[in-house]
């Protein structure tokens, strides 16, 4: 999938690559009275007013739960989940033409760039999700030893956003309008995945759709964890694992054919 001579030229680069992260996350925030407070004010904010306003507001409650937070759980799940999901696609989609006068200015493995996108959306989810623990630590709703069902239910995520998200990013250097068609896809997909609503709510005949979508095994399995306390369905997953290790291949295979020519059309 990734070759040896990519591994090396990413490990080589390294300091190239959180150089880059560093410069991105201080950029953000360049002159901003508070800063990198910013990072938390955020998603502290999504959370208090998903809590509020559906659990003390609307009263919002999921079937079969009787806990007054679990709404507001199963949706910080679903909405964190896609948050990282979309930030790595939506990324990537741009990667090589947002950065077009680099790549011609200056000689680097050009696999770093969705290195650079991989580890700065880690770190922004690493922030959130950290805040999100804390609010089910405080509110009584901590999962236990099952959280570390998180860990690879993440891994799947993450390879299969970058792998949609290279091949994305290719094919937008060459066909503008891919970007364009993803932004609209992106909106479609959100609501066509359970992250608002329970899946339970839909009618039979619809139910069997969302086999068909790898986000909602994924948002599914969070929510799993963080509202029920209990590990994930991993059989729902492995679809999910495949379809992102062949998406991995076929981007990587990708990237490296076109890699020359993406830089004429850049």
């Keep these: 999938m990734i070759s040896v001579s990519m591994l090396k030229g990413i490990w080589n680069y390294r300091g ?22 910013w990072t938390v004010i955020h998603p502290l904010a999504m959370i208090i007013v998903y809590t509020i306003i559906f659990s003390q507001i609307m009263h919002a409650r999921l079937p079969g739960m009787d806990s007054t937070f679990a709404y507001s759980i199963y949706l910080c799940s679903g909405v964190i989940t896609w948050g990282l999901f979309a930030e790595i696609t939506g990324r990537c989609q741009n990667i090589f033409l947002d950065n077009a006068n680099l790549i011609k200015k200056l000689s680097f ?6 290195v650079i996108v991989l580890i700065s959306s880690g770190l922004n989810f690493s922030i959130i999700f950290s805040l999100f623990i804390l609010f089910l630590v405080l509110s009584g709703n901590f999962p236990g030893v099952v959280i570390l069902a998180v860990v690879p239910v993440l891994i799947v995520q993450i390879v299969f956003a970058i792998g949609l998200g290279i091949i994305l990013g290719v094919l937008n250097v060459f066909f503008r309008d891919v970007g364009q068609l993803f932004n609209i896809v992106l909106q479609f997909w959100f609501w066509f995945t359970p992250i608002v609503y329970p899946v339970t709510i839909l009618p039979e005949k619809v139910r069997f759709l969302m086999n068909s979508n790898p986000m909602a095994a994924l948002v599914n399995a969070y929510q799993t964890i963080m509202v029920n306390s209990q590990c994930p369905q991993w059989e ?24 020359g020519e993406m830089v004429d059309e850049l």
């Design 16 to 37: 190239f690559i959180f150089g880059s992260v560093k410069r991105e996350f201080q950029s953000k925030y360049r002159n901003s009275i508070l800063g990198a407070a």
């Design 236 to 259: 729902k997953l492995l679809p999910v694992a495949f379809v992102g290790l062949l998406l991995c291949i076929i981007g990587i295979r990708l990237f490296r054919k076109r890699a």
């Design 109 to 114: 493995p050009r696999i770093c760039l969705p």
